[in-house]
């Protein structure tokens, strides 16, 4: 049962991937008045990708091409250890709210070492950019991590969901704090508006497209595929933190049914605050995202101190 | 454990001073073949890793032992040299033995003739700084320690003075000796104050005495000076990226990965073995060291232009994080937290084993480049890894273990120690619980910079486009040299992919120091790391890797078996601009760009920058330290200033100086009289 709920999870993972990130640009384009591609639009787009050849720089190394694989592999690896529909999983033993951690800067550290691999100007400077977010992102994770470790005692993500889906209904100040820096820290690792633009090509602002410039074909569908799985294992880190409610225990398998719809409406909802957010706000120059994710870190750092003052 | 047959006659400390006299041997060899570079290379330096291998195994036999203890009748009549065997002697041991061993190996293939020192010369103090190093662990008396200590800072500065030609080199390996002598007085100090004027300095004794608080305090912080000024803890790291940068590459290694531990071990016996008591202010004083020491190197780390120096910069901030670790261990067992004690120096241990391994491989890889390029400036690197695969793809390993990432040796380490942090709401002082988390975040900021540099580091050496016209031609490491860095990156994945079975050798370490173990544990749980219980925390290295590894596969397979795998090869796309030339790509300055930018206080920064009317414009920046400012620089003035004071009394005349001898004459016969 628990493997099924395993595989389970992976494969809806990875299913459910692009579509949230076709929602999000659906609202994205709603909201701003312009008329939506479809919610399909992802699938199209990856389908049309693979199916392209790939056409690699002349000097590329191995690292270039084994690069998307193992980006990929890190984003299922993280997608099936965080307890988004079920907090019954095998693997999820294997690695911990840290752990996670540190696989998200593998993935960030492989991507970074690709895009400086053939040498142009632009594929450096994103690499540097996406360094610099991370580096400041990443600790900041991890002090949210931190503050919810801390309430249940545990970094395991599945006995942090299953302990702080236990807890009374109320709003709990440092889980606040923490909330406010995860969504922070997810807008900036995830290339997000006020950070990066995604839809931008515009040589001088853009990190995420800047590090994948040089891909294409399956290895670019690889790494976008990699980027919403991201995305989506970001949101469930922020449902499965804030919002842990409907997720099933291993000592009620039957709630699996349930979860599922459960998870698609959180999503949902989700990702059209993430497009109000993204349309209300505007992008910000590099040279801000520094003190923007230096607040997050306070507020992370902030949130875990009032759990250690308060006691809640 | 051992298969071999042990009649009680035979010790394990025999066999290690065995090997230790072996390694002295084959360096007084390498005295009669001076000149005979092939002998040199091809016979004594694989002999001494040998050697290396041979200690390794026996202080892995003699970690789960009982200590051991022999006097050598050597050294003063009456005074002979005290030397005792225990799991924490032995646990350096090992990591002395393995380190070196890759990186004799890798020395076999390195030195070339004509550098400086003749070969023959280098290889016995190379050997003597070997066996130096595995006597300080095993000295049981002071007198023995600081002989040993001596003779272990001797031998490095004459392997660091190599190229001794350069005057750059001179003054790094002046620089080195002066502070070691400092730092060696203040080890004296303590020792002084440990033995507690019952005037036998052996350890036994040490361990006997009972100090009272001021005096335990006063030793403490005389150890702390005295081991932290080998360690490079601020503000004594002045020597640090001047030195080990300036010695050859396996001297590099056997400094940064190997001697900076006997510091930490040094550091370890007198807070945890000499010194009975424990205070708590002890471990908030080594831990606010250790902080900024690591914030500090990794700072300057990422803005370093140059390979080695950048290397050498990490060094000082790993040993934070080992500082930090330990101040931790100190807080914990200051308030009988046994079990969260063991598992800060688990974590401060594994570290220590960690960071010898990918800092030796990356020092190592560094001589290789520089070999193969005669470059050390990243600035004008680039691309290497088309052109020496060997040394690239092992290098990426450490890297990724030096940046701290799963499923590598890095990550255990920050791991334990990150789960350690999770225990201090149970300190009975609210200000430590407070601080602590603070330290938890500032301790994340520093990994995640370190892997900032480290892929500043691999990406402007190994990645991109050669920066220059000879880089293309560049020929790969040599077999001795690929066999010493694979041993080493073998040990970065064992130690990232085992950390059960490693944290079996630590165990008995804790035991000893602290009293308390995590081993029976760990062990329980199989393939998973557990530090307390399942549902607190687990990590399974093993499965980590294959769950990546695994989808990766799938995923290729999935691509192939659904679509195809074509491939191309074409100019670089680069948003369709033509003319990219390498000098395009982001140099180490420009990398480092955005961290100067940052924390720009932290620096002193001298800044050339063109005008547009320049017939050719120059941009430069130099980063320099404070420190040397604010504390060397008037310790040196004053130093000028009481020399000029007493040179007016050296007027270099017969007549003064007979003046001189004759009012002493008078002064002393006066005295006498009286």
């Given at each position: 049962?628990?493997?099924?709920?395993?595989?389970?999870?992976?494969?809806?993972?990875?299913?459910?991937?692009?579509?949230?990130?076709?929602?999000?640009?659906?609202?994205?384009?709603?909201?701003?008045?312009?008329?939506?591609?479809?919610?399909?639009?992802?699938?199209?787009?990856?389908?049309?990708?693979?199916?392209?050849?790939?056409?690699?720089?002349?000097?590329?190394?191995?690292?270039?091409?084994?690069?998307?694989?193992?980006?990929?592999?890190?984003?299922?690896?993280?997608?099936?250890?965080?307890?988004?529909?079920?907090?019954?999983?095998?693997?999820?033993?294997?690695?911990?709210?840290?752990?996670?951690?540190?696989?998200?800067?593998?993935?960030?550290?492989?991507?970074?070492?690709?895009?400086?691999?053939?040498?142009?100007?632009?594929?450096?400077?994103?690499?540097?950019?996406?360094?610099?977010?991370?580096?400041?992102?990443?600790?900041?994770?991890?002090?949210?991590?931190?503050?919810?470790?801390?309430?249940?005692?545990?970094?395991?993500?599945?006995?942090?969901?299953?302990?702080?889906?236990?807890?009374?209904?109320?709003?709990?100040?440092?889980?606040?704090?923490?909330?406010?820096?995860f969504t922070l820290v997810s807008l900036a690792e995830n290339a997000r508006v006020p950070v990066d633009n995604?839809?931008?090509?515009?040589?001088?602002?853009?990190?995420?497209?800047?590090?994948?410039?040089?891909?294409?074909?399956?290895?670019?569908?690889?790494?976008?595929?990699?980027?919403?799985?991201?995305?989506?294992?970001?949101?469930?880190?922020?449902?499965?933190?804030?919002?842990?409610?409907?997720?099933?225990?291993?000592?009620?398998?039957?709630?699996?049914?349930?979860?599922?719809?459960?998870?698609?409406?959180?999503?949902?909802?989700?990702?059209?605050?993430?497009?109000?957010?993204?349309?209300?706000?505007?992008?910000?120059?590099?040279?801000?995202?520094?003190?923007?994710?230096?607040?997050?870190?306070?507020?992370?750092?902030?949130?875990?101190?009032?759990?250690?003052?308060?006691?809640? | 454990?051992?298969?071999?047959?042990?009649?009680?006659?035979?010790?394990?400390?025999?066999?290690?001073?065995?090997?230790?006299?072996?390694?002295?041997?084959?360096?007084?060899?390498?005295?009669?073949?001076?000149?005979?570079?092939?002998?040199?290379?091809?016979?004594?330096?694989?002999?001494?890793?040998?050697?290396?291998?041979?200690?390794?195994?026996?202080?892995?036999?003699?970690?789960?032992?009982?200590?051991?203890?022999?006097?050598?009748?050597?050294?003063?009549?009456?005074?002979?040299?005290?030397?005792?065997?225990?799991?924490?002697?032995?646990?350096?041991?090992?990591?002395?033995?393995?380190?070196?061993?890759?990186?004799?190996?890798?020395?076999?293939?390195?030195?070339?003739?004509?550098?400086?020192?003749?070969?023959?010369?280098l290889c016995l103090e190379y050997h003597v700084f070997l066996a130096s190093m595995a006597l300080v662990v095993?000295?049981?008396?002071?007198?023995?320690?600081?002989?040993?200590?001596?003779?272990?800072?001797?031998?490095?500065?004459?392997?660091?003075?190599?190229?001794?030609?350069?005057?750059?080199?001179?003054?790094?390996?002046?620089?080195?000796?002066?502070?070691?002598?400092?730092?060696?007085?203040?080890?004296?100090?303590?020792?002084?104050?440990?033995?507690?004027?019952?005037?036998?300095?052996?350890?036994?004794?040490?361990?006997?005495?009972?100090?009272?608080?001021?005096?335990?305090?006063?030793?403490?912080?005389?150890?702390?000076?005295?081991?932290?000024?080998?360690?490079?803890?601020?503000?004594?790291?002045?020597?640090?990226?001047?030195?080990?940068?300036?010695?050859?590459?396996?001297?590099?290694?056997?400094?940064?990965?190997?001697?900076?531990?006997?510091?930490?071990?040094?550091?370890?016996?007198?807070?945890?073995?000499?010194?009975?008591?424990?205070?708590?202010?002890?471990?908030?004083?080594?831990?606010?060291?250790?902080?900024?020491?690591?914030?500090?190197?990794?700072?300057?780390?990422?803005?370093?232009?140059?390979?080695?120096?950048?290397?050498?910069?990490?060094?000082?901030?790993?040993?934070?994080?080992?500082?930090?670790?330990?101040?931790?261990?100190?807080?914990?067992?200051?308030?009988?937290?046994?079990?969260?004690?063991?598992?800060?120096?688990?974590?401060?241990?594994?570290?220590?084993?960690?960071?010898?391994?990918?800092?030796?491989?990356?020092?190592?890889?560094?001589?290789?480049?520089?070999?193969?390029?005669?470059?050390?400036?990243?600035?004008?690197?680039?691309?290497?890894?088309?052109?020496?695969?060997?040394?690239?793809?092992?290098?990426?390993?450490?890297?990724?273990?030096?940046?701290?990432?799963?499923?590598?040796?890095?990550?255990?380490?920050?791991?334990?120690?990150?789960?350690?942090?999770?225990?201090?709401p149970g300190l009975p002082l609210p200000l430590l619980t407070m601080l602590i988390p603070v330290v938890a975040?500032?301790?994340?900021?520093?990994?995640?910079?370190?892997?900032?540099?480290?892929?500043?580091?691999?990406?402007?050496?190994?990645?991109?486009?050669?920066?220059?016209?000879?880089?293309?031609?560049?020929?790969?490491?040599?077999?001795?040299?690929?066999?010493?860095?694979?041993?080493?990156?073998?040990?970065?994945?064992?130690?990232?992919?085992?950390?059960?079975?490693?944290?079996?050798?630590?165990?008995?370490?804790?035991?000893?120091?602290?009293?308390?173990?995590?081993?029976?544990?760990?062990?329980?749980?199989?393939?998973?790391?557990?530090?307390?219980?399942?549902?607190?925390?687990?990590?399974?290295?093993?499965?980590?890797?294959?769950?990546?590894?695994?989808?990766?596969?799938?995923?290729?397979?999935?691509?192939?078996?659904?679509?195809?795998?074509?491939?191309?090869?074409?100019?670089?796309?680069?948003?369709?601009?033509?003319?990219?030339?390498?000098?395009?790509?982001?140099?180490?300055?420009?990398?480092?760009?955005?961290?100067?930018?940052?924390?720009?206080?932290?620096?002193?920064?001298?800044?050339?920058?063109?005008?547009?009317?320049?017939?050719?414009?120059?941009?430069?920046?130099?980063?320099?330290?404070?420190?040397?400012?604010?504390?060397?620089?008037?310790?040196?003035?004053?130093?000028?200033?009481?020399?000029?004071?007493?040179?007016?009394?050296?007027?270099?005349?017969?007549?003064?100086?007979?003046?001189?001898?004759?009012?002493?004459?008078?002064?002393?016969?006066?005295?006498?009289?009286?």
């Amino acid at each position: 049962m628990s493997y099924l709920s395993q595989l389970l999870e992976i494969v809806i993972a990875i299913a459910l991937a692009p579509l949230l990130s076709g929602w999000v640009n659906q609202w994205r384009a709603w909201l701003q008045n312009r008329s939506a591609p479809s919610l399909w639009q992802p699938y199209r787009m990856l389908h049309k990708l693979f199916n392209k050849d790939s056409v690699v720089a002349d000097n590329a190394s191995q690292l270039f091409r084994a690069v998307p694989y193992l980006v990929f592999g890190c984003m299922v690896l993280a997608t099936a250890i965080i307890p988004t529909l079920s907090t019954d999983l095998p693997l999820a033993t294997a690695a911990d709210a840290i752990a996670l951690v540190g696989l998200f800067a593998l993935a960030r550290v492989f991507i970074s070492l690709a895009a400086m691999d053939i040498g142009t100007a632009f594929g450096s400077m994103g690499a540097r950019r996406e360094m610099l977010i991370g580096f400041l992102a990443e600790p900041a994770l991890l002090m949210v991590m931190f503050s919810a470790s801390l309430i249940s005692g545990s970094t395991s993500l599945t006995t942090i969901v299953e302990t702080l889906a236990h807890r009374d209904l109320a709003i709990y100040p440092s889980l606040a704090f923490a909330g406010v820096a995860f969504t922070l820290v997810s807008l900036a690792e995830n290339a997000r508006v006020p950070v990066d633009n995604p839809a931008t090509h515009l040589e001088l602002t853009m990190i995420h497209e800047a590090l994948i410039l040089e891909y294409s074909g399956r290895h670019l569908a690889l790494l976008e595929w990699a980027a919403s799985l991201k995305m989506f294992a970001y949101s469930c880190i922020g449902l499965a933190l804030f919002f842990p409610w409907g997720v099933a225990e291993a000592r009620a398998p039957a709630v699996m049914l349930l979860a599922l719809p459960v998870l698609v409406l959180k999503l949902a909802v989700g990702g059209v605050l993430l497009a109000v957010l993204e349309t209300l706000s505007a992008k910000m120059r590099i040279f801000r995202v520094p003190e923007f994710l230096a607040t997050a870190f306070l507020l992370a750092v902030i949130g875990l101190l009032v759990r250690l003052l308060l006691g809640n | 454990m051992s298969n071999w047959p042990t009649p009680t006659s035979w010790l394990h400390i025999d066999g290690v001073l065995a090997l230790v006299a072996a390694w002295l041997i084959v360096g007084a060899t390498g005295v009669f073949a001076l000149h005979r570079f092939r002998f040199v290379s091809r016979v004594l330096f694989p002999a001494g890793g040998l050697l290396g291998l041979a200690l390794f195994g026996l202080a892995l036999d003699a970690a789960l032992g009982t200590p051991e203890v022999a006097v050598l009748p050597i050294g003063l009549p009456g005074l002979p040299f005290h030397f005792r065997l225990d799991s924490l002697s032995a646990y350096f041991l090992m990591v002395i033995g393995a380190t070196s061993a890759g990186i004799s190996a890798f020395a076999a293939g390195y030195f070339r003739k004509g550098e400086g020192t003749p070969p023959g010369l280098l290889c016995l103090e190379y050997h003597v700084f070997l066996a130096s190093m595995a006597l300080v662990v095993l000295a049981d008396d002071a007198y023995a320690f600081m002989v040993m200590w001596e003779t272990m800072a001797l031998s490095s500065y004459f392997l660091v003075t190599a190229n001794h030609r350069i005057a750059e080199v001179r003054k790094a390996g002046y620089l080195y000796i002066t502070m070691a002598h400092i730092g060696a007085i203040a080890i004296l100090l303590c020792f002084g104050v440990l033995q507690a004027n019952t005037g036998d300095y052996t350890f036994a004794n040490m361990r006997a005495q009972s100090l009272s608080p001021f005096w335990a305090s006063a030793g403490f912080l005389l150890a702390v000076l005295g081991f932290g000024a080998k360690a490079g803890i601020l503000p004594l790291h002045v020597w640090l990226p001047e030195a080990h940068p300036a010695a050859p590459s396996p001297v590099s290694a056997l400094m940064s990965g190997v001697m900076l531990n006997t510091a930490i071990y040094g550091l370890m016996r007198v807070s945890f073995d000499l010194l009975h008591l424990r205070l708590w202010w002890w471990g908030g004083l080594l831990l606010a060291i250790g902080l900024a020491t690591a914030l500090f190197g990794v700072v300057f780390a990422s803005v370093q232009t140059d390979m080695k120096r950048l290397l050498a910069y990490s060094s000082i901030e790993n040993m934070g994080l080992i500082l930090v670790g330990m101040g931790l261990a100190l807080i914990f067992s200051a308030f009988h937290m046994l079990p969260v004690a063991a598992l800060a120096l688990t974590a401060t241990l594994y570290h220590v084993a960690s960071h010898a391994c990918f800092k030796s491989l990356l020092f190592l890889g560094t001589g290789s480049v520089l070999h193969a390029t005669a470059e050390r400036s990243l600035g004008k690197l680039g691309g290497l890894i088309r052109s020496m695969p060997w040394v690239g793809w092992l290098m990426l390993l450490g890297v990724l273990t030096s940046a701290g990432l799963p499923p590598l040796g890095g990550f255990v380490s920050e791991w334990l120690l990150l789960q350690s942090f999770l225990f201090t709401p149970g300190l009975p002082l609210p200000l430590l619980t407070m601080l602590i988390p603070v330290v938890a975040a500032l301790i994340a900021l520093v990994a995640a910079l370190a892997g900032y540099t480290m892929v500043k580091f691999f990406g402007v050496i190994f990645l991109g486009q050669p920066r220059e016209e000879k880089l293309v031609h560049a020929h790969d490491a040599g077999a001795w040299e690929r066999a010493g860095m694979l041993w080493l990156a073998m040990g970065c994945v064992a130690l990232g992919l085992l950390p059960t079975q490693f944290i079996q050798l630590i165990d008995p370490v804790t035991r000893q120091l602290v009293g308390a173990g995590m081993g029976a544990r760990a062990v329980g749980s199989g393939w998973l790391l557990v530090p307390n219980s399942l549902e607190q925390a687990s990590y399974g290295p093993v499965v980590f890797l294959l769950g990546i590894l695994g989808s990766s596969a799938l995923s290729y397979l999935a691509v192939r078996k659904f679509y195809h795998g074509r491939l191309r090869r074409g100019l670089p796309w680069a948003c369709g601009f033509p003319w990219g030339t390498a000098r395009m790509q982001d140099t180490a300055e420009g990398f480092g760009q955005p961290i100067r930018q940052i924390f720009e206080p932290f620096f002193l920064m001298r800044r050339e920058l063109p005008t547009p009317f320049d017939a050719q414009p120059r941009y430069r920046v130099t980063v320099e330290d404070r420190f040397w400012r604010w504390i060397y620089v008037p310790v040196i003035d004053l130093a000028n200033y009481l020399a000029r004071l007493v040179s007016l009394m050296q007027q270099g005349r017969i007549s003064v100086y007979l003046l001189y001898s004759f009012l002493t004459l008078v002064t002393t016969l006066l005295v006498v009289m009286r």
